[in-house]
């Protein structure tokens, strides 16, 4: 009978490991990155970094989280962290973190019915259309209108006696009021020429527009004087050369030279709008070839054509809008207008025959629920033209553009009544998006 086998010990427990998570970084060109895993141990990413350890282990099979505690700046980023949670060991690879320039958006609105108002500052990504809550800042009563440089370094918001202007900081985003300044009785939006040394403002108590100097250094205001209107004005927009500027009343647009040096207004013609007694928004394409006008008593949108040496308009066509048709915008392109409708809370879209500046319809975007107080109130394209963002009754949205048919679709909302602690309405004034400084 042979001899029995010894027997064998059972195989040794394998260790409990512990490992340090890491991951590829995309897009990242700002300073000042922190990622966290855990709510417990942090790693600052330099400028142009491309991957992260993290130098603390984690024990094999515990669960993890990586979140991103500090974006960004110099320049300013929006960083999400993708695959960003699981289990150590069980698939705790393929983390990355993809890094997106961002723009900035602002939103006037009152809040509550007492009438007082602030202005919320969003990020926008670039590359998702994702609106990321940032700060709220501004107060005062009756708000009227907002506008910026088309640098992104300084917004100015109208009230119902003054115009406030906020710095905002290189690399971080940051604003803060740095001035105001006396502005007639009713200031609207205000709107900054081309090179950004001039701004205007329609007064609407006065009939008048208000004409300002801005200190490139500081932002602040200097009042230069006016030019008088036949009738209350609504709104100006100027064309992008900043050789004329275009100012609308319910019954008229009136055609505005610009002076190069002092920024002064001189009226070089006009064309009138029949059977409307309501405001009118310009908006000026940016090959300087045609101005259009949504005209809210007629629920449409007029087409001029522009002589680029006198500025003079001629009508081209109308069309029909939604109901109570606000702000008109043109994408950088020049290939579409989007219109602002109140009152049906929706967003109508025409294509721009780059011919002959005739509106083709398009489709028509439907606003989020609202209160029945009001809808979409104001629109703004950014400057890369990707994306639409809407300022209505207690939410902000931004849509993406597509690029070969003006169509919008949903990227992103938030709530604007959650930033300003709720429990009152947030009705919208205006809204701008700039480049982050």
């Known amino acids: 009978m042979p001899p029995s086998s010894p027997t064998m010990p059972p195989p040794a427990p394998t260790p409990v490991t512990d490992q340090q998570l890491s991951g590829t970084i995309t897009g990242l060109i700002g300073s000042g990155l922190v990622l966290q895993v855990n709510t417990t141990f942090s790693v600052t990413i330099p400028a142009n970094g491309t991957s992260f350890t993290f130098p603390t282990p984690i024990a094999d099979g515990q669960p993890y989280s990586i979140a991103v505690t500090t974006q960004p700046s110099s320049p300013l980023q929006n960083c999400v962290v993708k695959n960003a949670t699981g289990t150590v060991g069980a698939g705790a690879a393929n983390i990355t973190v993809a890094c997106s320039a961002v723009e900035l958006v602002y939103t006037q609105e009152v809040v509550g019915a007492a009438g007082s108002w602030s202005i919320t500052q969003y ?12 700060t709220i800042g501004g107060a005062g009563l009756v708000p009227n209108g907002i506008g910026a440089t088309h640098d992104g370094k300084f917004v100015y918001a109208s009230t119902s006696d003054a115009i406030d202007n906020f710095a905002v900081a290189a690399g971080s985003g940051a604003f803060a009021q740095v001035g105001s300044i006396a502005a007639g009785t009713k200031p609207a939006i205000p709107t900054v020429d081309p090179t950004n040394r001039f701004l205007y403002a329609a007064d609407q108590g006065a009939n008048s527009i208000l004409e300002f100097s801005i200190d490139s250094s500081t932002g602040n205001l200097t009042a230069m004087g006016s030019f008088t209107t036949p009738a209350t004005p609504y709104a100006i927009a ?10 609308t009343t319910s019954s008229s647009i009136l055609v505005l030279s610009i002076d190069p040096t002092s920024g002064a207004l001189a009226q070089v013609g006009s064309v009138s709008i029949t059977g409307n007694t309501g405001s009118v928004f310009p908006v000026i394409d940016p090959n300087d070839l045609f ?9 449409s949108a007029s ?16 069309v029909a809008t ?30 721009i025959d780059a011919v002959t500046g005739a509106l083709v319809a398009g489709t ?4 989020p629920p ?21 300022t209505s009754v207690n939410v902000d949205s931004a849509y993406t553009i597509d690029q070969a048919s003006g169509a919008l679709t949903l990227a992103s909302s938030t709530a604007s009544s959650t930033q300003t602690g709720g429990g009152n309405n947030i009705s919208p004034v205006g809204v701008v998006v700039t480049p982050a400084p």
Do not use: K, R
């Open 291 to 299: 101005l259009y006008a949504s005209i809210s008593n007629a629920n």
């Open 322 to 351: 939604g109901t109570g048709p606000s702000v008109a915008v043109i994408n950088p392109a020049g290939t579409f207008l989007y219109v602002a409708n109140i009152a049906s809370n929706d967003i109508s879209e025409f294509a």
């Open 238 to 247: 100027i064309n992008p050369a900043g050789t004329f500027a275009y100012a």
């Open 370 to 390: 609202n209160t029945g107080i009001q809808g979409i109130q104001a629109i703004a394209i950014d400057p890369s033209g990707n994306f639409l963002v809407a």
């Open 303 to 318: 087409a001029y054509s522009v002589n680029a040496g006198t500025g003079n308009l001629t009508s081209i066509s109308s």
């Open 123 to 134: 990020e926008l990504n670039e590359s998702t259309g994702a609106l990321i809550f940032s």
């Open 364 to 367: 028509t975007t439907p606003g």
